[in-house]
C-alpha cells in the first residue's frame, strides 16, 4: 500500500482518499487482517473513476493480486465533523424520501489519553452490529494502528440505522462516553446512498 501513495497523488481527478487497513471485528477494534485493505476514494466526476479502473497501475494490481475484490459507488447524503481538517463531501446528494440501502462511514481521532476506554467500549458494539436487524455488512478499518479508526456499514434502510443509533442501551452509553470524556480530537459522521456495486464480499455482494 505505501507504494501507492505516489501514484494516487497524482491521479486526476481525486479530490480526496485514504488508503485504509483493516480490523477484525465489525467496527473500531483492535488486531488487523494484514490480507484486507481498501481505498475510499472521492472523484471529481464518475468519469474520472472510469479512467483510474481502467488505465492506473494500482488498479490493475489490486485486480491481480486479490482473491477477492468487492467496490462500491456511494453519493453522500449528509456528513458531520471534519477528516484531516476538512469536509471531503462538500455535495450531498439529491432526493426525496430515502429508500433502500444506506451506507455510513464513522470515523474518529482518538486522543491518546483515551485510547483504553476506547477500546473497552468496542466489544460490546462489535456484538451489537454482529446481531442488528437491517446490518447488512460492516467493517473497522483505519489509516494509522489504534489512534486513527473507523467503521463502514451497509444498512437495508434509514430506519435500521436509526434502530441502531438510537434505540440501543449499550451504544447509547458509549456514545454518552464519548461526549462526556472527550475522547476524540476530530470526527466525521457520514451517510451515503450506494448505487452500485461489484465483486463479493466474504463471498457474496451485501447489496446484491
Do not use: K
Request: a positive charge; aromatic letters at 12%.
Amino acid at each position: 500500500m505505501a507504494f501507492d501513495r505516489p501514484l494516487l497523488r497524482r491521479t486526476g481527478g481525486l479530490t480526496f482518499w485514504r488508503l485504509l487497513g483493516t480490523g477484525r471485528g465489525r467496527s473500531m477494534s483492535l488486531g488487523a487482517d494484514l490480507r484486507r485493505w481498501a481505498l475510499f476514494a472521492v472523484w471529481r466526476e464518475e468519469a474520472d473513476l472510469e479512467a483510474f479502473l481502467r488505465d492506473s497501475p494500482i488498479a490493475a494490481r489490486w485486480r491481480a493480486e486479490a482473491v477477492e475484490r468487492w467496490q462500491v459507488r456511494l453519493a453522500p447524503l449528509a456528513s458531520r465533523g471534519t477528516w484531516s481538517g476538512r469536509d471531503p463531501f462538500p455535495r450531498p446528494a439529491e432526493h426525496g424520501a430515502l429508500q433502500g440501502p444506506v451506507a455510513v462511514l464513522t470515523r474518529a481521532s482518538i486522543r491518546a489519553r483515551r485510547l483504553a476506554a476506547f477500546y473497552r467500549s468496542v466489544p460490546p458494539v462489535d456484538r451489537l452490529l454482529a446481531r442488528q436487524d437491517g446490518c447488512l455488512a460492516s467493517i473497522g478499518v483505519g489509516e494509522w494502528p489504534l489512534a486513527r479508526q473507523a467503521t463502514f456499514s451497509l444498512w437495508r434502510d434509514a430506519a435500521a440505522v436509526r434502530r441502531f443509533a438510537y434505540g440501543d442501551d449499550e451504544h447509547l452509553r458509549v456514545v454518552a462516553r464519548v461526549r462526556a470524556h472527550d475522547w476524540y480530537s476530530e470526527e466525521l459522521f457520514a451517510r451515503f446512498i450506494p448505487y452500485e456495486s461489484e465483486g463479493t464480499w466474504n463471498g457474496a455482494d451485501p447489496l446484491a
